[in-house]
């Protein structure tokens, strides 16, 4: 069913191929494995460390504010003042076992005021920031990392907290379809008069509060959430669903109907792919329908959006499709796409999407490799015919050219690293994500912590934005960590069985069942 465990590293194998040659070649490649089990750990204690040091300086200067302005050590709220990186910081002190850290934000949690806010509330990002951070530090503290909770009141306030929150929310739903409002005013209880809303913005909110339901035994949480996803599981009309399983990415809030067939695997609609995997990760009982649907975009992916530069054939991107042509344009974003094809080709075992997973961790990879800073850009196109003049030999040689060359702190890389790490063994995946930690860490890092640079293939990387997203905290680090640590029973696992699966903020969620 699942493919078989690559236990020998690369230079361990070239070992074994002098093995003939060779009486004592069993010897030397457990040499190779335990020098790499020992490079592996310290790899990961640098990573904590570099948490650590990120976290003191968000703590001295912008604690309890959304997140560090690290060059003017500054503050920023963009995420309604609640405090997103403490929030999105819990879930990695926990499994770094920061006892410091963990206490700090423990201290915090029961003071938030969700009712209270100046500015208007994103769904989605406080379903997946927020919401998640706080259902994730409880699932861990009530649960394998019990020894951490050094407060059970705030344990619980966890709990309670995102009950609070939910409650705050809700009203997001009360739409004549069910379809939630992204964008409200939790003041007035009212939306910014969108009429439509976002396939990612619907679709990545039902893992959270499904979730919530079930720790709580209160349904409603999981019934509205489920209620919005069920326009997107039966897309209407049939020109939203131009591939099996493949949708639009906007739908009518009002009339529950796609106003476009415009498909992709980029921000905006991403996350909702990635939860119809990860919904069945999480039940395969109650969500064998999303793992339906998946199954049919994944196979569509593969036949319709696979897409590789002129320039370098060898190189696997995936493509956008609108009335009939192709996008050849792709994001930083997008990059999750490789983990998710693994994830879904080890639980489901299905060798084609772990084949096609590893090419596209490949062509991620290569948009890191091929830059000033050894850093990957935000947004990159392919298109042989609007290679930007100056850019000509770069795309000659990378395959791809930069459109927007800014680098905020995003995690997806790494994250797809992490999952084919997790699942074939092989330790090249991590050395790519070592070598993408140090080059992050010698270009953004700042006296207090890490700032988002304007230019990745810029010597020094252009520009410091001066801004350190929570998701630093939340996923970079996690997932930087999480690769180069051992077992741990929230690690994704080669077997196909899960008990744990990440929120698309990198916060691990406990399952409700397993296959
Ligand atoms: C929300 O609504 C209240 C009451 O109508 C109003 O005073 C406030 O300015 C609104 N907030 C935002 C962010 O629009
Ligand atoms: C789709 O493409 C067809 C033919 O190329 C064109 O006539 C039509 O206007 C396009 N539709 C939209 C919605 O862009
Ligand atoms: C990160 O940067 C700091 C400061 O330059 C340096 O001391 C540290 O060794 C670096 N860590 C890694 C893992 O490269």
């Known amino acids: 069913m699942h493919i078989p465990s690559l236990s020998f590293s690369v230079t361990a194998l070239s070992l074994l191929s002098t093995a003939v040659a060779h009486p004592h070649y069993a010897q030397q490649v457990e040499q190779v494995q335990r020098r790499q089990e020992a490079d592996a750990s310290q790899r990961a204690e640098a990573v904590r ?47 770094m076992r920061l006892p410091d850290v963990v206490d700090d934000i423990l201290k915090y949690v029961p003071t938030i005021d969700y009712s209270k806010t100046s500015q208007e509330v ?58 939630p409002y992204n964008n409200l005013n939790i003041t007035s209880k009212g939306n910014d008069g969108e ?26 949480y999981a019934e509205l959430s489920q209620k919005g996803e069920s326009y997107l599981l039966k897309p209407e009309p049939s020109s939203a669903e131009p591939f099996p399983g493949l949708v639009g990415s906007n739908v009518n809030i009002d009339t529950g109907l796609f106003v476009d067939g415009d498909v992709s695997w980029n921000g905006g609609d991403d996350s909702f792919y990635e939860y119809l995997l990860k919904m069945y990760v999480y039940d395969p009982n109650r969500f064998s329908t999303y793992k339906d649907r998946w199954v049919l975009a994944a196979q569509s992916t593969m036949k319709h959006l696979k897409s590789s530069p002129s320039s370098r054939p060898d190189v696997t991107f995936l493509a956008s499709y609108s009335n009939g042509s192709l996008g050849l344009s792709s994001q930083h974003l997008t990059c999750f796409d490789g ?46 015919n609007s290679v930007p003049a100056d850019q000509q030999q770069f795309y000659e040689r990378a395959g791809f050219y930069i459109q ?48 988002g640079i304007t230019n990745v293939n810029a010597v020094g990387g252009g520009s410091k934005d001066d801004n350190q997203e929570s998701f630093l905290f939340a996923e970079v680090m996690k997932y930087s960590y999480l690769i180069q640590a051992g077992d741990d029973e929230w690690q994704v696992s080669q077997n196909g069985k899960n008990g744990w699966v990440f929120n698309t903020e990198a916060h691990p969620i406990k399952v409700a069942s397993q296959a």
Request: aromatic content about 14%; glycine content about 10%.
């Open 49 to 95: 460390e570099a948490f650590q040091f990120a976290w003191n300086g968000y703590y001295r200067y912008a604690f309890p504010h959304d997140e560090l302005h690290p060059v003017t050590n500054g503050y920023g709220d963009s995420r309604n003042g609640w405090g997103a990186s403490a929030i999105d910081a819990l879930s990695t002190a926990l499994v």
């Open 339 to 384: 983990g998710n094809f693994l994830l879904g080709g080890d639980v489901l075992g299905r060798q084609d999407f772990i084949g096609f997973g590893l090419e596209l961790v490949d062509g991620c990879h290569d948009t890191y490799a091929e830059t000033a800073t050894r850093i990957g850009p935000e947004q990159f196109g392919w298109d042989a």
């Open 195 to 220: 009429t439509t809303n976002g396939l990612a913005t619907i679709g990545s909110l039902v893992l959270e509060w499904t979730h919530l339901s079930d720790l709580t035994g209160d349904q409603q």
């Open 122 to 179: 994103s769904l989605f990002e406080t379903t997946i920031r927020y919401l998640a951070g706080m259902l994730s530090g409880y699932d861990l503290l009530k649960g394998p990392l019990s020894d951490l909770a050094t407060n059970q009141d705030a344990v619980e306030a966890l709990l309670t907290q995102s009950k609070n929150l939910a409650n705050v929310l809700k009203f997001a739903f009360d739409s004549p379809t069910g379809i």
């Open 404 to 451: 927007s060359g800014a680098y905020i702190l995003r995690p997806e890389v790494i994250e797809s690293y992490y999952y084919a790490y997790r699942l074939t063994g092989d330790p090249k995946y991590r050395d790519w994500a070592w070598d993408a930690f140090v080059h992050i860490n010698a270009t953004c890092r700042t006296d207090s912590g890490f700032s």
